[in-house]
């Protein structure tokens, strides 16, 4: 089975500070995905990345970065922290460039930033 | 993408078969039907696609017409843990895609 696992299940931050949210995958998927999901907002996409080093901007980017070192790892980064990226995060990851819809989804981080 | 509607919500009593139904009349011919789901406070989860033939996995049943305007996803024995939302998505294959939800069927399983 897929596993994608994420930090936290749970975050408190306070506003201004940096955070930090990482997500693994174990089946050597080239796609890798973040979302926010927020109530009547639905999906929205903030960074993907198709392979190690590279990414793309999502719909939503602003406020966020990513890195991705690591094949397996995916990293969001709040450079400053501010109560509107109070949501719900969801880390995906899919195989295959020229592959599948089939995205698989971590549990989700819900963070809080006040 | 193919528009899709789903019933905003259905109830269904343990152990019996949940059939959700969708319609994607503006399907077209190189578009897959998928279906997730999301428990509540969970993060969404695959469950099965299909082109034109019905599919089986060991989670659903997947419907497919032969006009491929609609489509029913069947839990055949559903069980409380199956109370979740359920999407019902149009999509070429290929690519890194971004997942984009509609409104979904809010199913609720009755003990």
């Known amino acids: 089975d897929v596993k994608v696992t994420q930090s936290s299940r749970y975050l408190v931050k306070r506003t201004g500070e940096k955070v930090f949210l990482e997500c693994v995958q174990d089946?050597?998927?080239?796609?890798m995905f973040w979302y926010r999901q927020d109530p009547g907002l639905g999906l929205r996409l903030i960074y993907f990345s198709y392979d190690v080093k590279m990414k793309e901007k999502g719909d939503i980017p602003e406020g966020y970065s990513v890195s991705r070192e690591k094949k397996e790892r995916f990293s969001l980064i709040l450079e400053s922290a501010s109560t509107n990226q109070t949501s719900m995060y969801l880390c995906?990851?899919?195989?295959?460039?020229?592959?599948?819809?089939?995205?698989?989804f971590g549990p989700g981080t819900r963070l809080t930033v006040t | 993408d193919a528009k899709t509607t789903q019933p905003p919500s259905m109830d269904c009593a343990e152990g019996r078969a949940a059939n959700l139904p969708c319609n994607h009349s503006t399907i077209s011919g190189n578009e897959y039907v998928y279906w997730y789901r999301q428990i509540h406070s969970q993060g969404p989860q695959y469950i099965i696609h299909?082109?034109?033939n019905n599919e089986t996995n060991e989670m659903a049943s997947l419907i497919i017409t032969e006009d491929r305007k609609s489509s029913t996803l069947i839990l055949p024995h559903a069980t409380l843990r199956d109370t979740a939302v359920y999407y019902c998505i149009v999509r070429v294959r290929g690519g890194a895609q971004k997942l984009v939800f509609g409104q979904g069927t809010r199913l609720t399983i009755n003990p």
């Open positions: 089946m050597d998927h080239e796609n």
């Open positions: 299909g082109l034109k």
């Open positions: 995906a990851s899919t195989p295959g460039l020229a592959g599948t819809y089939e995205q698989y």
